[in-house]
């Protein structure tokens, strides 16, 4: 069974720190895909990055970057330089499958992350 | 593209009433799925359609009632509301040629006293 585990549930840090946030997956799948989304306190879901089963090199987009590791199955969020604006629910995902099924997405129980001023 | 709608935004239900949530996507998605989000807890799978006419259930779907009349439409039905159905409702979709990311709709804040 799949399975997606955030064991962290808040976090708070001062603003310009480094912070991670953590996840690990369960899957008997070898095809899958990892997600992670936002969702801040207006309450919509934004969708920040899908990585595929078969994809581990890690990615940087700005401030953000994501460390796959099969090996360890997790899929780690590190937020750089952290600011106010960052303060949101992080969801990390699972869906397993290929594109041609129904691939339902799995959500782990998220992460409230708070940046203080 | 208007993308995934949702209506209505806010809802406040009394014990026993029905009601429909409504969504509808202009992407052409052939996927679409209800999910609900509990006061600090992640998303749970309710229904989902592979397409007009083809539903399934998914992680809780105890409570609801979907149709796909449509490709656009996926329609999530409260029969008898309860308070453990309190709760933001979003739907989502996704097509089948891409990489599996689901685009979601803005929710609906349900409550039920």
């Known amino acids: 069974a799949q399975k997606v585990t955030q064991a962290q549930t808040e976090i708070s840090v001062v603003e310009k720190e480094d912070v991670t946030l953590d996840c690990v997956y369960e899957?008997?799948?070898?095809?899958?895909?990892l997600f992670w989304y936002k969702q801040p306190p207006s309450g919509e879901l934004v969708f920040l990055i899908r990585?595929?089963?078969?994809?581990?090199q890690n990615e940087i987009s700005g401030r953000y970057s994501w460390n796959f590791q099969k090996s360890t199955s997790s899929f780690n969020f590190t937020i750089t330089a952290s600011q106010v604006v960052d303060s949101a629910v992080y969801f990390c995902?699972?869906?397993?499958?290929?594109?041609?099924?129904?691939?339902?997405?799995?959500f782990g129980s998220g992460t409230r992350l708070s940046i203080r001023p | 593209n208007a993308g995934v709608t949702q209506t209505p935004k806010f809802r406040i239900l009394k014990i026993g009433q029905s009601m429909t949530l409504q969504c509808t996507q202009d992407?052409?998605?052939?996927?679409m799925y209800w999910y609900r989000q509990d006061p600090g807890m992640g998303l749970k799978l309710i229904y989902y359609?592979?397409?007009?006419?083809?539903?399934d259930k998914g992680e809780v779907p105890n409570g609801y009632n979907v149709s796909r009349s449509t490709t656009e439409d996926f329609p999530l039905r409260l029969e008898l509301a309860a308070p453990s159905q309190t709760s933001v409702y979003f739907c989502?979709?996704?097509?089948?040629?891409?990489?599996?990311?689901?685009?979601f709709g803005p929710g609906t804040r349900l409550t039920v006293l």
């Open positions: 992407m052409n998605h052939n996927y």
């Open positions: 995902a699972l869906s397993e499958g290929t594109y041609s099924s129904a691939s339902k997405i799995i």
């Open positions: 989502a979709s996704r097509y089948t040629g891409t990489d599996n990311e689901q685009f």
């Open positions: 899957t008997r799948d070898t095809t899958y895909y």
């Open positions: 990585r595929n089963s078969f994809d581990e």
């Open positions: 359609s592979v397409g007009a006419g083809i539903t």
